[in-house]
């Protein structure tokens, strides 16, 4: 591994690539002609991007990727909050954030605490079981939350997974195939849960929209709580391996995805020419927003910047981090050899998210 990412789309990935982002940050915007992407590192510029009305989601032209145009995964993507901008986006992120708020904490935590700890009890806790819960809990918790049954949560946590690679920018047909498919299931698995407990109050958030709508915006919240919750759960196993650390404190948390972010970049597509922060930007053209590095910019607030800022800020913090306090509870309960767990730690995951692999050096 050299001592610099490759590019901006491989710093995730990579053991140490502060020092890169810091001449990033200092910079402020760069452009990276091979990637076709514009860099914006610092604090100011990433701000100004993710304020802009002209920096979207999605290209104007190009609302749902061509690959899943047509299928009921795009069909779904195109109803999501996270792909929707003006007005559309402003009454769903109320629906959406109403949604989330009715569901307290403490009943998140304690929910990802009991599924981590019968996850645990079926083997020996070793870096690959380590992989298979980071993997299974994000979605499992949400999903048991929404009224799934559980003896299914496995499999839809695996459904979700395959969404997730067949809107991967790599996917072939072959994985857009098997997503659009994962979604049909899903999609008939949310038709038919009860409606108490949270979904009802769900259903009363989205009451001024149809069936399709709500449904495919809980599809959309099980799809954005999968990489980046395994994400962030991953990182705070890591720190449990490197030694005791208060995880019931959200300020520590913070102060940790500061200093090591697990979301690294999102995007953006430029609607209108614009100058952001100094730098001109044309229609057309696409910002590969570096979070990790803003939160590093000495010039900045010294602000984790892991849940995003602006218009499209993640509505789902509260519950990521209830549900990765509750799997740590369930783990440390199981008294693993968190030294040896740490020993093989790899970066392997989706290129915005800094994923840590636990068992990549075992043998199967
Ligand atoms: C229960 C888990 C989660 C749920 C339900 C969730 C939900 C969402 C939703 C619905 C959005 C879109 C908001 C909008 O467009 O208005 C979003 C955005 C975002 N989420 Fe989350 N999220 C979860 C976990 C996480 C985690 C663990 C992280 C970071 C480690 C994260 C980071 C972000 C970021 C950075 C954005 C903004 C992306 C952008 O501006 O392009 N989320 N999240």
């Known amino acids: 591994m050299s001592a610099w990412p490759e590019h901006a789309l491989a710093a995730a990935g990579h053991p140490d690539p502060y020092p890169y982002y810091r001449t990033l940050a200092e910079d402020g915007w760069r452009r990276d002609e091979q990637l076709g992407l514009w860099l914006a590192a610092s604090r100011r510029a990433v701000d100004a ?13 190009e609302p749902v990727p061509a690959g899943i145009a047509g299928s009921p995964l795009g069909e779904a993507f195109g109803r999501w909050l996270r792909m929707s901008e003006g007005d ?21 935590e304690l929910t990802a605490r009991r599924l981590a700890r019968a996850f645990l009890m079926t083997g020996a806790v070793d870096g690959r079981r380590l992989d298979a819960l980071v993997d299974f809990l994000p979605v499992a918790t949400l999903a048991s939350l929404l009224g799934w ?75 954005q709580s999968r990489d980046a919750g395994a994400g962030l759960l991953s990182a705070g196993i890591a720190w449990c391996c490197q030694g005791e650390w208060d995880h019931a404190d959200p300020a520590e948390w913070r102060a940790r995805l500061r200093q090591d972010p697990v979301l690294h970049h999102t995007r953006r597509f430029v609607a209108a020419n614009a100058t952001l922060a100094g730098q001109t930007l044309r229609a057309g053209d696409q910002v590969l927003v570096l979070l990790a590095a803003a939160a590093r910019d000495p ?66």
């Open 49 to 61: 991007v993710l304020g802009s009305p002209v920096c979207r989601v999605r290209p104007v032209r």
């Open 149 to 223: 049954p559980e003896a299914a949560l496995a499999e839809a946590a695996e459904a979700i997974a395959r969404v997730c690679r067949a809107l991967a920018a790599d996917a072939d047909a072959a994985a857009r195939e098997r997503g659009a498919e994962a979604c049909r299931t899903l999609l008939a698995d949310l038709a038919v849960l009860s409606t108490d407990g949270w979904l009802r109050r769900w259903r009363e958030a989205f009451s001024e929209w149809d069936g399709a709508s709500l449904n495919a915006n809980l599809l959309g919240i099980l799809f």
């Open 299 to 364: 010039a900045g607030p010294a602000e984790t910047m892991d849940f995003g800022r602006g218009r499209h800020a993640c509505p789902g913090e509260a519950l990521a981090l209830a549900t990765a306090r509750g799997a740590l509870h369930a783990l440390e309960q199981n008294r693993p050899d968190w030294r040896a767990l740490g020993g093989g730690i790899r970066f392997s995951g989706p290129p915005n998210v800094r994923m840590r692999r636990f068992g990549a050096g075992e043998r199967a």
């Open 88 to 108: 559309a986006h402003a009454r769903l992120r109320t629906a959406v954030g109403e949604g989330l708020a009715a569901l307290p904490c403490d009943e998140a």
